[in-house]
């Protein structure tokens, strides 16, 4: 279908995404599932970074490792959600920079409104995990993605949990070169812009806010 977007079929993470969708789930597990999905998303968008040998020394003799080789991680949050994504990522690759950027989706327009940005220093020489459950109309990821290329970093690859076919379309034809990670690819998004079947408002969900 797209050659830069990946929906992984895992069944860990098709069983943990079953439950985060059930209405009566609690905002405790909500919050536990989103972080767990992120580990087991992580582990799959790590598959290609690169590696280099290095010289270690066992008990028993020297040999030849292998380790990630230059800076590790950048991990963007678009706020709020994207923040009950970044543990589970920080738990696999704990040194990673993390950066912020705030964002949030006018309820008339559907169009993001920015209300803060923070990214680490060298985010020029490290690989970019952007990380947002909803990929909805596209627009929230494709502003963050534009404003963390001015930064130019060596890569960047967009993880969310569910994603709409129209956030797809929007956000693969902004960002062709950036790869897409998701869990699930729902049907199509309601009046109101959001994802329908979906999970519901995953920041109030999170939060507990509503
Ligand atoms: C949600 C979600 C995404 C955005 C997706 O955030 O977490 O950031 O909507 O929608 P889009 O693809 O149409 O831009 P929201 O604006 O509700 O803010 P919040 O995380 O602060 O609740
Ligand atoms: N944002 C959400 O949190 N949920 C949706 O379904 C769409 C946008």
């Known amino acids: 279908m797209y050659n830069n977007v990946t929906i ?14 059930d209405k009566r789930t609690s905002s405790k597990d909500f919050r536990a599932l989103v972080s767990e999905i992120a580990t087991l998303m992580c582990y799959e968008a790590t598959r290609d970074l690169p590696l280099e040998e290095i ?7 020297k040999m030849t490792g292998k380790h990630i080789s230059g800076k590790k991680l950048a991990v963007v949050p678009i706020l709020r959600a994207g923040l009950g994504m970044v543990d589970g990522i920080t738990n696999l690759v704990p040194s990673s920079r993390i950066g912020h ?13 920015e209300y803060y940005c923070k990214l680490p220093k060298d985010i020029g020489e490290r690989d970019v995990f952007v990380v947002d459950p909803m990929l909805a109309t596209g627009g929230s990821a494709i502003d963050a993605v534009s404003q963390i290329k001015l930064r130019g970093p060596r890569t960047i690859r967009f993880l969310c949990i569910i ?12 960002h062709p070169d950036v790869h897409v990670y998701c869990a699930a690819l729902d049907e199509r998004l309601n009046e109101r812009g959001y994802i329908v ?7 109030d969900r999170i939060f507990g806010t509503k």
Do not use: M, N, W
């Not at 076919?165 to 693969?172: D, L, N, Q, R, S």
């Open 55 to 61: 010289e270690i020394e066992t008990p028993i003799c």
């Open 101 to 113: 950027i705030g964002l949030y989706r006018d309820e008339e327009t559907l169009k993001p409104v």
């Open 163 to 174: 994603a709409a076919p129209e956030g797809i379309e929007a956000f693969t034809k902004a």
């Open 197 to 203: 079947p979906g999970l519901g408002d995953a920041g």
């Open 8 to 21: 992984f079929d895992h069944p860990l993470i098709q069983h943990k995404l079953s439950i985060l969708r």
